[in-house]
């Protein structure tokens, strides 16, 4: 069954985008979603929110492998990415603190700002290299309810702020 599932997820990808896709397998609390090959710049999906609970449709992460979205928090709007990299949904603060960036492209396990060239680990959201490497792009806790990635503002918030303050 995982086989069949992770063949359909790859020719899903290998349809939406045109992206080349490494094929892997799932494993408790992964996905079956394949690796891109190349870059995937990110596509802004829409959140919505629903007392304390932000939710961003998990079929549109896994779809497009890189996606950005806005929420407004009570301490105002904040830009977050969602993505998927090994198998994991990944969402963490999208914001670039020195050069004001909110635009991160997914290329071979790393994220790459758009406006500075940074280089940030997928996985860890750690800088590699680059101008703002000391601002680490700290991971939000969420929730996945069937189509949903569900996240508190709480922690929406929290991450968004860590990020602003250098490592």
């Not at 999906?45 to 407004?72: E, H």
């Amino acid at each position: 069954m995982a086989v069949i599932i992770t063949g359909l997820a790859a020719i899903a990808l290998s349809a939406c985008g045109g992206s080349q896709a490494q094929a892997t397998n799932p494993g408790p609390g992964q996905i079956a979603v394949a690796n891109p090959k190349g870059v995937v710049q990110p596509t802004t999906i829409t959140a919505t929110t629903n007392g304390d609970v932000a939710s961003i449709p998990l079929s549109q992460v896994t779809q497009n492998l890189n996606t950005r979205f806005i929420v407004d928090t009570p301490s105002g709007q904040m830009s977050y990415m969602a993505y998927v990299w090994n198998g994991n949904v990944n969402v963490r603060a999208d914001i670039c603190p020195p050069c004001g960036s909110r635009s991160f492209r997914l290329t071979n396990g790393t994220l790459i700002c758009n406006a500075c060239g940074t280089v940030f680990n997928a996985q860890s959201g750690q800088g590699k290299s680059g101008a703002c490497v000391r601002y680490t792009k700290e991971a939000v806790n969420f929730q996945v309810s069937g189509d949903n990635i569900n996240m508190t503002m709480a922690d929406l918030v929290t991450a968004y702020q860590n990020t602003l303050s250098p490592d």
